[in-house]
T-cell receptor, first 113, second 114 residues
Framework: AQSVTQPDIHITVSEGASLELRCNYS??????LFWYVQSPGQGLQLLLK??????LVQGIKGFEAEFKRSQSSFNLRKPSVHWSDAAEYFC???????????FGDGTTLTVKP | KAGVTQTPRYLIKTRGQQVTLSCSPI?????VSWYQQTPGQGLQFLFE???????NKGNFPGRFSGRQFSNSRSEMNVSTLELGDSALYLC?????????????FGPGTRLTVL
């Protein structure tokens, strides 16, 4: 069965520190991969997406993600976290339609001052 | 350009009732998807519509249904509500159902079933 796993339920980092959120997928073929962010009371906002080509993808708000086929991973990174980055982050994948994505369970990011 | 709008934003119902949620996609978008988000199950795909046709359906009972109108607005209906239907229901729109099209999410409708 197709699945997306985010191993870390909750991560706490200090403001200004670097961040890495993990995502692993299990699909028959390499899917399209996405990272979304959800702030309290809000819908999901797309941070970045990977379809093919360069395995390092740049997104909005200073985020980037690296696709590693050998590890079936698509980890999200940010060099220096800001307090406003505190939110829940979801990794998602699809190989059929944009609207039929499989989501991970999410990672809640807390930023310490 | 206005984003995806969902109405109502909050809803309280009792078991056994039915509910209809509405989603207006971004102007020009013809694909609408619905997701259920709960603390226990996370984000789960409900259905996807394109040009008034349901293209995909998730693993939900028949009590969950939806439709899309000619103006691309979509509604989802849940009949005979159960306590477990309490969730945030998210709608997302994209230009087409193509996998590479970006989905834009609305703020959701928070449904509480008492």
């Amino acid at each position: 069965a197709q699945s997306v796993t985010q191993p870390d339920i909750h991560i706490t980092v200090s403001e200004g520190a670097s961040l890495e959120l993990r995502c692993n997928y299990s699909y028959g073929a390499t899917p399209y991969l996405f990272w979304y962010v959800q702030s309290p009371g809000q819908g999901l906002q797309l941070l970045l997406k990977y379809f093919s080509g360069d395995t390092l993808v740049q997104g909005i708000k200073g985020f980037e993600a690296e696709f590693k086929r050998s590890q079936s991973s698509f980890n999200l990174r940010k060099p220096s976290v800001h307090w406003s980055d505190a939110a829940e982050y979801f990794c998602a994948a699809t190989n059929t339609n944009a609207g039929k994505s499989t989501f991970g369970d999410g990672t809640t990011l807390t930023v310490k001052p | 350009k206005a984003g995806v709008t969902q109405t109502p934003r909050y809803l309280i119902k009792t078991r056994g009732q039915q509910v209809t949620l509405s989603c207006s996609p971004i102007s020009g978008h013809r694909s609408v998807s619905w997701y259920q988000q709960t603390p226990g199950q996370g984000l789960q795909f409900l259905f996807e519509y394109f040009s008034e046709t349901q293209r995909n359906k998730g693993n939900f009972p028949g009590r969950f249904s939806g439709r899309q109108f000619s103006n691309s607005r979509s509604e989802m209906n849940v009949s005979t509500l159960e306590l477990g239907d309490s969730a945030l229901y998210l709608c997302a729109s994209s230009s087409t159902p193509t996998s590479t099209d970006t989905q834009y999410f609305g703020p959701g409708t928070r449904l509480t079933v008492l």
